[in-house]
């Protein structure tokens, strides 16, 4: 699974670094059409891969045991934050600023933040 994603990672870093994405903004005008074709090729190398991973990933998920979930869900959870990808209803809960709300109150003890 992993070197599946590591392959498909490396093929479209190569395809930004290459010459192929320099090639669509060297003239005056933007090259839509084989702008196109290179989309259209990277996500038909997506799909033929995307099958295989997500069994293999499935095949993973499933082997592990209820703690090994939660601990996996909890790492993609910090993931997410760093990369600044959260979950509305994450986002709904905190304050203006990111932080919890002054009213908010611990549920284990009560006291407040």
């Given at each position: 699974m992993l070197?599946?994603?590591r392959a498909a990672r490396r093929?479209?870093?190569a395809l930004a670094r290459g010459p192929e994405v320099a090639r669509l903004i060297e003239?005056?005008?933007f090259r839509r059409d084989e702008a196109q074709e290179l989309f259209?090729?990277?996500i038909e190398a997506l799909r033929a891969t995307g099958p295989a991973l997500v069994a293999a990933f499935g095949d993973f998920?499933?082997?592990l045991d209820f703690d090994q979930q939660q601990m996996l869900r909890f790492a993609l959870r910090r993931l997410r934050?760093?990369?600044g990808r959260e979950d509305q209803e994450e986002r709904d809960?905190?304050?203006p600023r990111?932080?919890?709300h002054r009213d908010d109150r611990d549920e284990r003890d009560g006291e407040a933040f």
């Open positions: 070197e599946l994603l093929a479209l870093k003239t005056d005008n259209d090729g990277q998920f499933d082997a934050r760093r990369s809960t905190r304050g990111g932080g919890r």
